[in-house]
């Protein structure tokens, strides 16, 4: 049985605009039980506005030494690993070890599906038999 990334990941997806104050991103991670969020962008006005990936903030990026002033854009990590849903879980794997990341954003057509974890491999493997 060949896994996909839509059987396992993590739907939906809370985010937040860049703009938005540490504090307030740190505050909705933590109600949410997150650890990770995407930071998207507007293009236009809604709602025919298009929404783009503007980067990715953690836990880590939203240390406790972070001053609740600065806004998220201005912490967050640029750098984006995307894939598909229909992409297989070992094609996942791969891509979090190249990259050395512990989270993907899951698109399907131009919209974020979800959000796949290195937890969500650990879930994966706890659900499924190995021996």
Known sequence: MRIQVQDFMSSPVSTAVGKKRVHEVRALMKRKGIHALPIIQYSKKLPEAEVTIQGIVTTTDLSESIDDKSIVED????????????????????????????????????KIAGMISSLDFVKLVAEHSLG
Do not use: C, F, R, Y
Request: aromatic share 0%.
């Open 75 to 110: 912490v967050m990590t640029p750098n984006v690993h995307i894939i598909h849903k229909h992409s297989s879980a070992q094609s996942a794997a791969k891509m979090m070890l190249k990259h050395k990341v512990h989270h993907l954003v899951v698109m399907d057509e131009g």
